[in-house]
């Protein structure tokens, strides 16, 4: 029987584009509940939207000297872009600064006003004196309270996850001027989580400790066990939602009370356009709701967003919150500020066509339990080593040796033998068990079930040998090719929620319609009949070169580099000296005439240099940086006046000058003028 589902994918902020973590954590896993849930014949709303009130938008804001607004459309268009390209089948995509959102979310404020469900108060909140404004959580960073991390900011302590107040901060800062704030006295309206305790226990701690996943009720019982309390869902800001009761002038609706309620705007936004009614998705009790969100944002979709659709009265709660962990990146932690990550529209456009692939690597190292990381080695591998050869060659031969025996044409097949009956009776069993890992949120299990299905063809020919058969049994090999073309028809549908390109491309060689639905695979005795002309071979995925990853490689060290030259500290002066301090000095310009490797030490070069007064010996801690053959001729700065200093035996008479890059390479300080001949001071 047909169901209905509004399933939500977290609204991503609009201040950079989406990257693999995002894909991985959130809109993979939800684009394949989405998809497995209408082939299984059920209404489905998948919505989303962009998240433009952050107050990390601001802050980029500033820091380009553009405005908000500017920030949230260019971000908009391309996150929007990235999620069509790359296969995201979202109902609706719509946007928070939208007036169909203002409004909903407006009125929403006002219900629970109105029925007096907010509490308000005057509290002290951090104050910039020098910026003049009062300081929103993400304006602010400190040391968290709980684990020391020097980095947290205002709302929540990115280290170890806990969810914070501004004022809990030790030792806060402004991160507009960089000045310790004060506190000043402000009026906000509070959202009394208290007061919904006993509801959220009931519901979620009674009602879903066996259906929920642990790391989700985990975090849920522990904030729960530590006591609600009243949470703000205004702030002093002028990017926002204005609050809609008189005497809030200057404030706007907190990010998180506006954020989800997204949701239901989206949903607003796409029963307009389709002329349909908005509201059994989010109150018709038959209905299941769904939020697909990062382990960050677990207490907002499990504990603040529900207590507001009680306290509403009217809403649905959510039936699952299927929240992954995070995903980390070559074993650092993917960073947006950093660049330390693959974005998504860089993927799209070194990699066309090849959607499915990251689709499948990500799904396939999924970080549902815990933290999981993602590499391009494992990356290549997964396409190389399982869509390449196993999936890709498994279809690859059935087309081709199908147009070679039978002109594509799908033959006859006899009587069916024991192996082709078990053969085909496992095929009829894969619906239910990819189902059986879908419907438990396990992806990750069902990608690897899909290619168990193609192992299972794979394996059927290599016993079979159809290549061997066709010269000595004709019509032994008709049925072994009906069958094996049997399983690449199943594949076509059940591979869809997993890899959705892949599955057009599949059904297209096969030349099928959308006749067969994912029961069809386990109920129909006859996928695709003999008679049926199929295509010619094209082949599914291509094997990715050594020298591609390197290059995706390449990208991320140079990222890093350019990160840490940006971040690189200058070294402080040092003491002051005078004239004759510095006249004592003695530097003179040499020529390296020699240079060899200083035995059993690793950073020392032993170099020969002409510095006009003579020849001598200075040994010189560059060999990390540079070969003995590289620097011999070089021009150098030499202080020849420095006291001798026995070094693994041999004596060093003086320094070379150097100097490090901002990315910590190694650079001479060279007279390099012509004219400038050997043994000339340096003054």
Same mark, same amino acid.
């Given at each position: 029987? @047909?169901?209905r589902y509004t399933i939500t994918a977290a609204l991503p902020y609009t201040n950079g584009p989406i990257h693999i973590g995002h894909l991985a954590g959130v809109y993979v896993p939800a684009d394949i509940y989405a998809r497995y849930l209408r082939l299984t014949g059920n209404d489905v709303l998948f919505i989303c939207g962009s998240d433009e009130h952050g107050v990390p938008i601001t802050i980029k804001a500033k820091k380009e000297g553009v405005t908000p607004?500017? %920030? *949230? =459309? &260019?971000?908009?268009?391309? %996150?929007?872009?990235s999620f069509e390209d790359f296969g995201v089948s979202f109902d609706n995509y719509s946007r928070t600064s939208a007036k169909i959102h203002h409004d909903t979310a407006s009125e929403f404020f006002t219900t629970l006003y =109105?029925? $007096?469900e907010f509490t308000e108060e005057t509290t002290e909140q951090l104050y910039d004196e020098e910026a003049n404004q009062f300081l929103a959580d993400r304006f602010v960073t400190g040391t968290c309270p709980k684990c020391g991390n020097e980095e947290a900011y205002g709302d929540q302590c990115e280290k170890c996850g806990s969810s914070l107040n501004a004022t809990d901060l030790i030792n806060p800062k402004s991160a507009i001027t960089g000045n310790v704030p004060t506190l000043k006295q402000t009026k906000h309206w509070f959202l009394p989580l208290d007061k919904h305790e006993d509801f959220l226990k009931d519901w979620i701690l009674k009602g879903h400790k066996k259906d929920w996943k642990p790391n989700v009720y985990g975090q849920v019982k522990s904030w729960i066990d530590d006591g609600l309390r009243p949470r703000a869902v205004t702030r002093d800001l002028d990017w926002g939602i204005p609050v809609p009761v008189e005497g809030a002038e200057g404030k706007v609706l907190y990010v998180w009370f506006d954020a989800p309620i997204g949701y239901i705007s989206s949903t607003k936004e796409w029963a307009a356009r389709e002329g349909k009614d908005w509201e059994p998705y989010w109150k018709d009790k038959d209905t299941t709701l769904v939020h697909f969100i990062g382990k960050d944002n677990i207490v907002f979709h499990c504990i603040i967003f529900p207590a507001m659709l009680k306290a509403e009265g009217s809403y649905i709660l959510p039936e699952n919150v299927p929240a992954n962990e995070f995903l980390n990146l070559e074993g650092n932690k993917l960073s947006t500020s950093k660049n330390w990550a693959v974005w998504l529209p860089e993927y799209l456009e070194d990699f066309p $066509?090849?959607?499915?692939v990251l689709r499948y690597a990500l799904t396939a190292n999924a970080p549902e339990t815990k933290d999981n990381d993602f590499t391009w080695k494992d990356f290549q591998a997964r396409n190389n080593n399982e869509l390449v050869a196993i999936f890709g060659n498994f279809i690859n031969r059935v087309v081709v040796l199908t147009n070679k025996y039978y002109n594509g044409v799908i033959p006859?097949? $006899?009587d069916f033998s024991d192996i082709d009956e078990e053969t085909l009776a496992a095929l009829k069993a894969y619906p239910s068990v990819i189902s059986s890992s879908i419907e438990r949120y396990r992806f990750r299990e069902g @990608?690897?079930?899909?290619? #168990?299905?193609?192992?299972? $063809? #794979?394996?059927?020919?290599?016993?079979?040998e159809p290549w061997k058969k066709i010269k000595v049994d004709e019509a032994r090999t008709q049925t072994i090719m009906f069958v094996a073309l049997q399983i690449a028809s199943g594949l076509a549908t059940l591979c869809e929620p997993f890899l959705p390109f892949t599955s057009a491309k599949l059904k297209g060689i096969l030349n099928l319609s959308d006749e067969n639905t994912w029961d069809s695979i386990s109920t129909k005795e006859v996928l695709v009949p003999a008679g049926h002309q199929i295509g010619k071979a094209e082949l599914l995925f291509t094997k990715i070169e050594d020298d591609t990853i390197q290059n995706q490689l390449d990208k991320l060290i140079a990222s890093k580099k350019a990160n840490e030259a940006a #971040? &690189?500290? *200058?070294e402080p002066q040092k003491d002051t000296i005078t004239f004759d301090d510095f006249s004592k000095l003695d530097l003179r310009v040499g020529t390296i005439l020699e240079a060899e490797k200083m035995p059993k030490a690793k950073k020392l070069l032993v170099l020969k240099v002409d510095t006009g007064l003579d020849v001598r010996t200075i040994v010189s801690g560059i060999a990390e940086s540079f070969k003995p053959e590289d620097v011999v001729g070089k021009r150098v700065t030499v202080l020849v006046n420095l006291a001798p200093r026995a070094l693994r035996g041999v004596d060093s008479e003086g320094m070379i000058l150097m100097t490090e890059t901002a990315e910590g390479k190694l650079v001479f300080v060279n007279p390099d003028e012509k004219g400038v001949t050997n043994g000339l001071q340096i003054s």
């Open positions: 029987m @047909s169901k607004q500017d %920030i *949230v =459309d &260019k971000y908009h268009a391309i %996150i929007k872009t =109105d029925k $007096g $066509g090849q959607q499915d006859t097949p $006899g @990608s690897q079930e899909l290619m #168990n299905l193609a192992r299972l $063809g #794979n394996k059927y020919l290599a016993d079979e #971040n &690189k500290v *200058v």
